[in-house]
């Protein structure tokens, strides 16, 4: 691919263009790029590019011949290529990834034609100019860093240019779809964790997350690109699917708040512990399947002060019950160990209303937790969730909890009682 920039300023374009990965590409001869002076092709004393318009008014225009003469000088050089000449013009169509696709894949040689001060005379766009394109719709001081933006997004569409075709397909724009969330190391920052199927090494898993994503992003970012998609694709049906139910769940509008329980609120409570049973039940988790936890054992939390309910306005959303009293099976820990011996607070029977999961209640929840905590003057925070509870696994790895090895908990019989165990320092 070769692109000629017709432009008065060709150190502005060379010195973005010859640096980075277009440059590289540019050295090793993949693409070639060469900035052409208009001012050149003047055939007046004073190299004057431009004239005041014809019929008044402000600015000046740039006249047609320096052009033309500069485009011949081109086109000799390159005959026999499939040529384009372009307008950078914001009465172009605008710019996008199909653009860049199609000039691309039809031609190998591009001139882009910069205009500057009140634009180009309109004799040389019908003569000479196959196509204006625009980067949007707001005016740019002159066609340069439009010129840019075109050359390098289809320079890096060429063979070569990046490392490997999937740097650009899996991208923004390349099927109609945003992409997924990036991150890089460290895997804890400021608090937020990296999501942790990104982790876990599951190349399938991972994959459906990023699609999914795409998918998610591109509803909530861009309605105007969503409605164009078709979801032929059963997989991207699916995911739809998720991502329309998900959607459905309560929105938080209300003020959130935490208050310790009373005996008042234990039918609530049981109605929640009734969704979450089911939750893990579906999920085919081995955790309160059997009767525990009882309305007694949250009546015993009431009475030790130990039991909250989280509100969304006035309606109970959730619980939790935090506790500073040490937790003896927590001394028994194998695959590991505690990150410290100092005086902790434990945080148990917890769960959100079904209708209030994905929500952010949740992540409220674990916050509640950690203030709790605070409350009690204790700054460690541990808790103990089933191997098999993904949400909740990800939903303390995302909170800035740490997985420190396994724990064994008195569960009835019959029942797993393998427990993950989990801490947080906190600040
Ligand atoms: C100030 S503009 C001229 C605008 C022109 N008088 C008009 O209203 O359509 C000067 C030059 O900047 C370039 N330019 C400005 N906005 C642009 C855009 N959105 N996309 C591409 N090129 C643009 C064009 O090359 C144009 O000739």
């Not at 172009?92 to 882009?112: C, E, I, M, S, W």
């Not at 820990?333 to 945080?347: E, F």
């Not at 209303?353 to 929500?359: D, L, N, T």
Request: aromatic fraction near 8%; include cysteine.
């Amino acid at each position: 691919m070769r692109i000629d920039i017709m432009t008065l300023f060709p150190d502005t374009v060379n010195a973005v263009l010859h640096e980075s990965i277009i440059g590289r590409a540019a050295k090793k001869g993949i693409v070639e790029i060469n900035c052409v002076q208009i001012r050149d092709f003047t055939e007046n004393k004073q190299n004057q590019v431009d004239d005041y318009p014809y019929g008044g008014g402000w600015g000046c225009v740039m006249m047609a011949q320096p052009l033309k003469s500069c485009l011949d000088h081109i086109k000799a050089q390159t005959q026999g290529r499939k040529s384009r000449v372009i307008y950078m013009s914001p009465q172009g169509k605008p710019f996008n990834q199909a653009t860049a696709k199609r000039l691309k894949n039809d031609y190998d040689h591009l001139v882009l034609v910069c205009g500057h001060y009140e634009g180009i005379d309109e004799r040389f766009i019908e003569l000479c100019v196959d196509e204006e394109i625009s980067l949007g719709d707001f005016v740019l001081t002159g066609g340069e860093i439009a010129a840019m933006a075109v050359a390098d997004s289809v320079c890096r569409l060429v063979p070569g240019v990046l490392a490997d075709e999937q740097c650009y397909t899996g991208e923004s724009h390349w099927d109609g779809l945003l992409e997924y969330p990036q991150y890089t190391r460290p895997e804890c920052w400021e608090g937020k964790t990296v999501p942790e199927v990104l982790i876990g090494g599951d190349h399938a898993k991972v994959a459906r997350w990023r699609r999914k994503k795409q998918i998610e992003r591109t509803m909530e970012k861009r309605p105007d690109m969503f409605e164009k998609l078709s979801f032929e694709d059963k997989e991207d049906a699916k995911l739809l699917k998720e991502i329309q139910k998900q959607a459905k769940r309560k929105k938080l509008t209300e003020p959130l708040s935490y208050r310790q329980a009373t005996m008042k609120d234990i039918p609530r409570v049981m109605e929640i512990v009734a969704d979450a049973k089911r939750s893990l039940k579906k999920h085919r988790v081995d955790q309160w399947q059997g009767d525990y936890p009882t309305a007694a054992a949250f009546e015993q939390d009431v009475a030790n002060n130990e039991l909250y309910v989280l509100c969304h306005g006035e309606d109970i959303v959730g619980f939790l019950m935090v506790t500073a009293r040490p937790e003896p099976c927590y001394d028994d820990i194998t695959d590991g160990k505690w990150s410290s011996d100092a005086p902790y607070c434990v945080m148990h029977r917890t769960a959100v209303a079904a209708e209030y999961r994905g929500s952010g209640m949740a992540e409220y929840l674990v916050r509640c937790a950690e203030d709790i905590s605070r409350k009690n003057g204790v700054r460690y925070l541990r808790v103990d969730t089933h191997r098999k509870n993904k949400p909740m696994q990800q939903l303390l790895r995302e909170s800035g909890f740490r997985y420190r090895g396994n724990i064994l908990v008195s569960s009835e019989p019959g029942h797993d009682p393998a427990r993950q165990a989990y801490e947080k320092i906190l600040k």
